[in-house]
């Protein structure tokens, strides 16, 4: 298990980059289209969340989205934008929106910090007066605002069984071990009882942890809504058995060519505790290696996950790079570093037994607060 630390870049004055644009709320043009496909085909780091499919249906589900192309004499690439909190963001802090069209096929994250800044640098040029948020697996360029916003384990999985099994820790090798010897049965879910008794164990789960869920698997949701999610082309559920009942699940997001997205997991405390878990886990490399993926994004840095991913995982930073708008540097500075004190607040939180009501909190709403005045006019 490695851990990236990527250097800061200085910015360089660069011509703007050629910039074609699609608001998933109008028609989509055949031609974008081809284009489109044909950049995330180019690179073995797209995602379900950048699929034209995925785009419309979030749009038609209140959340409208923009695809964009860039394009210069050397480099091109995709970026997706959501219109969120006053601002076009790209990503998450566990998952980027963005790739660059032919790069190096074995780099974890699928662009350099050069890469990165000219991405974030050009989305900023093209919003003109609105605010931009970017997430991208690479440090900000010196002088772009930005802070630490989360991190993610990445795995390649085009190796063979045997590597991908000894990679794991030694201790996750042995829960498989003790899961292989029980008649596990393993296969992906195909019916609708398949996605009923997951969503089962996902609500069980939850209240385990005091948490709510909508819905049970007896109401009849619309497709690609509650367990009915699964229905959906870009997303792969696959489910171990134990004498004929569902008992554990691990679900994931995916595009051919594309790298796989984790997505979620729910088991049985018997289920965890022997192993089952794990040995799904496994399961779900292999086969999704099987599919043509070369890459599995886990969707956020756990244990769990870093000793899942063993030798062969890579723990790697995601940043939030701010920019775009109106206001001077100095306010999108205050709000990232702001942003950035939250997640050590949060420790000395935990350390101290302090109520949430007060310096995390207090963090929270001075960063709002930067957030808000960034977006007004200079001078007020």
Not at 57 to 64: K, L, N, R, V
Not at 203 to 213: M, Q
Not at 221 to 231: C, D, F, K, L, S
Not at 351 to 367: C, D, E, I, S
């Amino acid at each position: 298990m490695t851990t990236s630390y990527h250097g800061i870049e200085p910015p360089r004055r660069r011509a703007p980059a050629e910039v074609r644009v699609w608001d998933v709320r109008e028609p989509l043009p055949a031609s974008f289209a081809a284009e489109w496909e044909e950049a995330l085909s180019a690179s073995s780091h797209g995602h379900f969340a950048m699929s034209l499919d995925y785009l419309r249906w979030e749009a038609d589900h209140g959340h409208p989205s923009r695809a964009l192309l860039l394009e210069d004499a050397g480099r091109r690439g995709a970026v997706v934008q959501r219109w969120e909190l006053s601002r076009w963001v790209s990503g998450w802090p566990w998952r980027w929106q963005a790739v660059m069209c032919g790069s190096d096929p074995f780099s974890s994250v699928g662009m350099t910090a050069s890469d990165a800044a000219w991405l974030h640098e050009n989305l900023c040029r093209f919003s003109g007066r609105d605010r931009v948020l970017t997430f991208l697996p690479h440090a900000p360029a010196r002088g772009v605002p930005g802070w630490v916003a989360g991190a993610t384990v990445i795995q390649g999985v085009t190796r063979s069984d045997e590597e991908l099994f000894e990679g794991m820790e030694p201790s996750k090798r042995r829960l498989a071990k003790r899961a292989r010897g029980q008649q596990i049965e393993i296969a992906t879910a195909e019916q609708a009882e398949d996605f009923r008794a997951f969503y089962d164990l996902q609500v069980e789960s939850k209240r385990r942890r005091g948490l709510s869920i909508e819905g049970g698997s007896s109401s009849a949701p619309a497709r690609g809504e509650q367990w009915r999610e699964w229905e959906l082309p870009w997303m792969w559920l696959l489910l171990a058995r134990q004498d004929g009942q569902v008992v554990a699940g691990v679900g994931d997001g995916i595009l051919r060519g594309g790298a796989m997205q984790g997505r979620t997991a729910a088991a049985t405390l018997e289920a965890r505790r022997a192993g089952v878990t794990v040995l799904l886990g496994f399961e779900e490399l292999r086969r999704g290696r099987d599919l043509g993926h070369r890459w599995f994004n886990y969707g956020g840095d756990t244990s769990f996950k870093r000793e899942m991913s063993g030798r062969l995982g890579r723990r790697i930073r995601v940043f939030g790079w701010l920019g775009g708008g109106r206001a001077p540097r100095i306010w999108l500075m205050g709000e990232a570093a702001l942003r950035g004190l939250r997640p050590t607040l949060a420790r000395l939180r935990q350390r101290m037994g302090l109520a949430r009501a007060g310096v995390v909190t207090l963090a929270h709403a001075l960063a709002e607060l930067a957030s808000y005045r960034a977006d007004l006019p200079v001078g007020i």
